[in-house]
Structure formats: C-alpha cells, structure tokens
C-alpha cells in the first residue's frame, strides 16, 4: 500500500465560505489488467496488460467541519478519483521508464 497527497481546491461550501481547499491523504495500490502468458490454438503470446493505480482510502482533516461539509468534501473527492490516480502514474512512470514487474516470468523469452 502506498500513499499520496493530492489538494482537493475549489472548494464551495455554503456553510463555511473560509474553507477553499483543503489537504488529502491518498491511500493506493496497483493493478494490472494483463493475463500474462498464455497458448491459443498453438499460438503463443504474453499479454502484458495495462498498469494502473486504484485509490481505495482517503482522508483528510475534519475538524470544525460540520457533517453536511464533510459529505461535500467527500464526495468532490471522490470525483477526483480517477484525474488523482492518473496523476500518480505519471509521476510513478517518470521515476521508472524501462521497469519490469517482479513476477518470475522471464519477459526476455516471451514471444508474440
């Protein structure tokens, strides 16, 4: 599991017009949507898949929020799920351009 901070501004709630953004924790894993190596009608492949990073927590600081604000902020939040998990890979695929995963496959025998 690893973590994030993204900021969550722009923020418009009614009740409290001081509050414009606010900090957020991000919890995240990665998935791969790839079946790896496999036989079809005597052809053999890999299927490398697709990487990509599923935020599954967040949090952030509520005090002196009320429970209307809170379920506003959490759900801008959780529309900005998918730009935040794009926005980790990037950083991520700019820290290891020429990365292999670690499953005991040997990618250098594979054939297409």
Known sequence: MSTAVRTLDE????????LTEIE????????NDGIGPYEY???KGFDRGVDYVVIDDY???TTGMTPEEIT???????????????????ESA??????EPD???DYDERTY
């Open 103 to 105: 499953d005991g496959y």
């Open 72 to 90: 506003t902020i959490n759900s801008m939040c959780e529309k900005m799920f998918d730009v935040w998990s794009e926005s980790i890979a990037d």
């Open 24 to 31: 957020v924790t991000l919890s995240y894993y990665w998935e």
């Open 11 to 18: 923020i418009n709630v009614a009740s409290n017009p001081e």
């Open 41 to 43: 009608w005597g052809a």
């Open 94 to 99: 700019d820290d290891c351009d020429d990365c």
């Open 59 to 61: 949090s952030y600081d």
